[in-house]
């Protein structure tokens, strides 16, 4: 099969996405079984997955409940557009190496833990030094316990 590229191959190939998609869909709905199980959490996701795929299809753009929200709060102005906190500029992964750092983890304890590899929470650490604008690793380890402390006091 030789593939061209030329401008009014453009509709056939959306069209065979739209029917790659929409087998895909009928697969999720067969496999999951949310037609009878939609209260399951497989039944659930193929839910999700559908109706993501279709607002897709139908030229709408999908956006997630969860970043949704966080569209509308920034925008609605109660949060600002600056971090109000330097922890909130980590990345999920970052926030976790530093709430175990916090916690008294040591690197290989934290990549144990965290199914990565020593080197990995290496750089996770030195990227959250970066951010925080922390010089040493004492001073990463300080910070992180004094603001893990300021959490669970509710400050």
């Known amino acids: 099969m030789q593939i061209h590229s030329c401008s009014n191959c453009y509709p056939i190939r959306l069209q065979v996405v739209k029917q790659l998609i929409s087998a895909g869909i009928a697969w999720i709905a067969t496999?999951?079984?949310?037609?009878?199980?939609?209260?399951?959490?497989?039944?659930?996701?193929a839910l999700y997955y559908t109706c993501a795929i279709r607002q897709v299809l139908g030229g709408r753009i999908y956006v997630s409940e969860k970043m949704s929200a966080e569209i509308l709060e920034t925008f609605s102005g109660r949060r600002a557009g600056t971090e109000s906190s330097p922890?909130?500029?980590?990345?999920?992964?970052?926030?976790?190496?530093?709430?175990?750092?916090?916690?008294?983890?040591?690197?290989r304890e934290i990549a144990k833990k965290l199914h990565l590899s020593v080197k990995t929470v290496e750089v996770h650490r030195a990227n959250i030094k970066a951010k925080l604008k922390l010089k040493s690793t004492t001073e990463?380890?300080?910070?992180?316990?004094?603001?893990?402390?300021?959490?669970?006091?509710g400050v």
Request: hydrophobic letters at 40%; zero cysteines.
């Open 140 to 153: 990463l380890i300080r910070f992180a316990v004094r603001w893990l402390e300021s959490q669970s006091a």
């Open 31 to 45: 496999h999951h079984s949310f037609a009878t199980n939609a209260a399951t959490s497989a039944g659930r996701k």
């Open 87 to 107: 922890v909130e500029k980590l990345t999920n992964r970052e926030f976790e190496v530093f709430q175990l750092i916090g916690q008294g983890r040591g690197t």
